[in-house]
């Protein structure tokens, strides 16, 4: 009985709280979650960072070979960063500031080496070649040569050595039919380039060369000023393009300009006038680049020559 009595208890309990749930009000349904918008999102790089990337991808590879050399293996400057993300668009940000702190461990906070470009606002690609152009700079300091570099080095396109001026515009004047003859090897080279790069200039823009028809007689140009010198006392001209009938030997100093090239395949044979005589040279001798003789019009068939100028074979 006593058994029966709990049961019925418990029972009667249950009944009472399904009683009480009917007559509770419904609860308040939950708020709806917003997603949260204003996390920050990642940002595409624009198609001139992605041009630039190799380059940094590059320089962050040898940069850390160098820090390596520099300050030990696995060990960094403080603040270093080693950020290789190339997602990131401040890539190139820290991989400048890595360059400048490595810098400023190996020489000093205020010391950098003479002709260092540093931070300047710039188009994404010139601002890596900035990059590598310190570099190196900084590597020849480091290995002691400019012809030695740590091992698994990449490098990049030696023109990045040269100052800003170069590097930016080589590329523009290729467009126009200007190209390098330029031995990359040598410690000079980009003197070399500067050269080559400002008589083309000289040559094809600013004056370039005036076309002569067949049978015409060549103008008369003494007392305009020549953009070439000879340089030394092996310039021998003649009146054809076979070097059959010489004409006599430049003088040290004597002014020209260069007006055609020969046709023939393998010719270095290029006109030339200067006061008192129209002449065909070999280009080798003179201080005219290969771009340079390459750049020039095929000689005009029946082009005549003279030869009145003192030194002349009489």
């Not at 249950?14 to 009683?19: E, G, I, P, V």
């Not at 990045?160 to 090897?185: H, Y």
């Amino acid at each position: 009985m006593k058994r029966i009595a709990i049961l019925s208890t418990a029972v009667l309990l249950l009944a009472a709280s399904a009683l009480l749930a009917q007559d509770q009000p419904p609860s308040d349904p939950l708020p709806e979650v917003t997603p949260d918008t204003s996390a920050p999102t990642a940002v595409p790089l624009s198609i001139e960072a992605t041009e630039a990337l190799p380059i940094l991808v590059s320089a962050r590879n040898d940069l850390e070979l160098l820090a390596d050399q520099a300050v030990g293996a696995g060990q960094r400057p403080a603040g270093w960063s080693g950020s290789v993300d190339v997602g990131d668009p401040n890539l190139p940000l820290f991989v400048r500031l890595d360059l400048e702190n490595l810098a400023g461990t190996v020489l000093g906070a205020e010391v950098r080496p003479d002709g260092w470009f540093g931070v300047v606002a710039s188009s994404p690609l010139a601002i890596a070649r900035d990059i590598r152009h310190d570099l190196e700079l900084l590597g020849d300091i480091v290995v002691g040569a400019s012809t030695l570099r740590p091992g698994n080095w990449v490098g990049d396109d030696p023109i990045m050595r040269c100052n800003r001026a170069t590097q930016a515009l080589v590329p523009l004047l290729e467009r126009g039919g200007f190209s390098l003859n330029v031995d990359f090897t040598q410690p000079t080279y980009c003197r070399e380039i500067e050269v080559q790069a400002s008589r083309w200039v000289e040559t094809q823009i600013i004056q370039p060369p005036i076309p002569v028809s067949a049978g015409a007689p060549l103008p008369n140009l003494a007392g305009i000023a020549q953009p070439y010198l000879t340089e030394t006392p092996f310039v021998v001209a003649f009146h054809d393009t076979n070097a059959r009938r010489r004409a006599g030997v430049l003088p040290v100093g004597t002014g020209f300009r260069t007006l055609s090239r020969s046709a023939v395949d393998f010719s270095n044979m290029m006109l030339i006038s200067g006061e008192g005589f129209t002449l065909f040279v070999d280009y080798t001798t003179t201080p005219v680049s290969h771009a340079e003789f390459e750049a020039l019009p095929p000689v005009s068939l029946g082009a005549s020559t003279d030869c009145s100028a003192a030194w002349c074979a009489q």
